[in-house]
């Protein structure tokens, strides 16, 4: 079984490793559009160019499904990829709903600019938010901060979050991370909120993934054996992206070769 995941950069790598915990003897293979990121500030058609370039990447792989693990790029490209695509595609959204259903009062949405004025976010508010509980930020430059992965980006993340949304908060009980970068910084966000609740769709996407390819409900996520393996490639600086993904996943205490493709 092979399953492409695509991202415009490094994010989606915690939606592949949220995709092992159900299908751990899956055949991976990464693709980040480091060419043409962030997608965040791009036009609706730039992006949709940009998504069927990649999935052309993997059609020429043979993979049984194609994981877009950018949320931008599922906002502005999947339902028109899902119309001539061979292979099941599953898009990643903001856990709003989830989110509305297991807590109280006001949620925050971070999100990049393009997936805030997006008109899917704008339907998905529509149907699941009748009482108006969801507030969405555009965070721009967050992901291109926590992408770059210089040795003190940790720090300039803070320091972005204390300049441009700490003063946001307002009354917010939980914060719904619409963009899969900032899925990194999620242990920093709970210390930063005192703790408030946090989802992304991560999980959603993997249990989707499970379902679409083994018709069947997943069972319990279980960790995966260490180490994994990843084959990974790049339509920029690969070589560089490597070691930075690399980086990324063992400051999460995760084990995994990552193979060139």
Known sequence: MRVGVFDSGL???STWLACTRYLA???????ADTANAPYGDRRVAEVQAFTKAAYQRFLQLDVDALVIACNTATS?????????????????EPAIKVALQESSGELLLLATELTVR???LEKLLRDCD???????LACPGWMEIIEGQRVDWRERASD?????????????????LGCTHYCWLREEISVWTGGSAIFD???????????????????????????????F????????????????LQGAGVRARILPF
Not at 25 to 31: G, N, P, Q, R, S
Not at 162 to 174: C, F, H, M, N, R
Not at 217 to 223: I, K, N, S, T, V
């Open 11 to 13: 994010g989606g790598l």
């Open 25 to 31: 003897e899956a055949e991976y293979f990464f693709f």
């Open 76 to 92: 502005a490209a999947a339902a028109p990829l899902r119309q001539y695509a061979s292979m099941p595609i599953i898009g990643i």
């Open 118 to 120: 997006g008109a899917k």
């Open 130 to 136: 009748p009482e108006r509980r969801v507030r969405a």
């Open 160 to 176: 972005y979050w204390q300049e441009k949304i700490a003063a946001q908060l307002g009354d917010t009980t939980a914060l719904v």
């Open 201 to 231: 769709g991560n999980d959603g996407v993997a249990r989707q993934l499970y379902r679409l390819l083994h018709r069947c409900e997943p069972p319990p996520p279980a960790a995966p054996r260490e180490p994994l393996t990843l084959h």
């Open 233 to 248: 490639s790049a339509s920029a600086d690969a070589e560089q992206k490597m070691v930075a993904a690399q980086r990324l």
